[in-house]
């Protein structure tokens, strides 16, 4: 059975950094292409960040883009996503998301709340 599991969400004063972590587990990591999504109350879930299977390729939400970056190690079957710079609209529940390439579904984890404020 496929898990994504979430970490690293808080609280943090808007400027600061959060770096959030995904492990995941009932799938061969390194074949699938990763991303992380966000939603914030009464919003639509939005990609973020997503990054290719060797982790050479990120693409990234524009408001995101400078201040987040993505990463992967394929050895420890993780994601990652170092946030800096933060701002109260990055606040929302943030999802790591898993998808073979050419395939329309994936696996979510459970999500792992960020909250910026002072």
């Known amino acids: 059975q496929s898990q994504l599991a979430e970490s690293g969400g808080g609280l943090v004063q808007p400027g600061g950094p959060l770096k959030l972590s995904c492990s995941v587990s009932?799938?061969?990591?390194?074949?699938?292409?990763m991303s992380w999504y966000r939603q914030a109350p009464v919003k639509e879930r939005e990609l973020v960040a997503h990054i290719d299977t060797t982790g050479r390729r990120a693409n990234y939400l524009d408001s995101v883009r400078g201040r987040f970056t993505i990463s992967r190690d394929n050895v420890k079957k993780a994601l990652y996503l170092q946030m800096n710079s933060l701002r109260p609209e990055d606040t929302a529940v943030y999802y790591c998301?898993?998808?073979?390439?050419?395939?329309?579904?994936?696996?979510w984890g459970h999500g792992t709340q960020v909250t910026v404020s002072s």
């Open positions: 009932g799938f061969v990591f390194i074949n699938y292409n």
């Open positions: 998301h898993a998808r073979y390439p050419g395939h329309t579904d994936g696996h």
